[in-house]
């Protein structure tokens, strides 16, 4: 089993940035891959971006390619969405997840074994 806590959300002006972060704890960090989700209120949880156990791959939806970034540090057992160029449209609820195994999770949110209580992202047009 696995906790997890995300927080850095809030309230942003369109362009702005967040940086979230999700501390993990309860298993081996670096035995599993990650990944960040995103859910709009009445719509289904869709897949933001997932890293592989060492960071070195990883993958995003098209919609936020080369604005959001994911990391890990593993020593603090932590993951990271850097989300840059913000917009209204991606006002969510996001959420960690943890993908046991090294591979990198892709974009099932099926693939994924537990979920983080979600942090809120709004953005203001």
């Known amino acids: 089993q696995v906790q997890l806590v995300e927080s850095g959300g809030g309230l942003v002006q369109a362009g702005g940035s967040l940086r979230l972060s999700c501390a993990a704890s309860?298993?081996?960090?670096?035995?599993?891959?990650m990944g960040w989700f995103r859910q709009a209120p009445g719509k289904e949880r869709d897949f933001v971006a997932a890293?592989?156990?060492?960071?070195?791959?990883?993958l995003y939806a098209d919609s936020v390619k080369g604005r959001f970034t994911i990391s890990r540090d593993n020593a603090k057992n932590t993951v990271y969405l850097q989300m840059n160029s913000l917009k209204p449209e991606d006002t969510a609820v996001y959420y960690c997840?943890?993908?046991?195994?090294?591979?990198?999770?892709?974009?099932?949110?099926?693939?994924?074994?537990?979920w983080g209580q979600g942090t809120q992202v709004t953005v203001s047009s």
């Open positions: 997840a943890p993908k046991w195994g090294r591979t990198i999770g892709g974009s099932d949110p099926g693939k994924y074994n537990y």
């Open positions: 309860g298993r081996t960090f670096s035995n599993y891959a």
């Open positions: 890293i592989s156990w060492s960071g070195s791959t990883t």
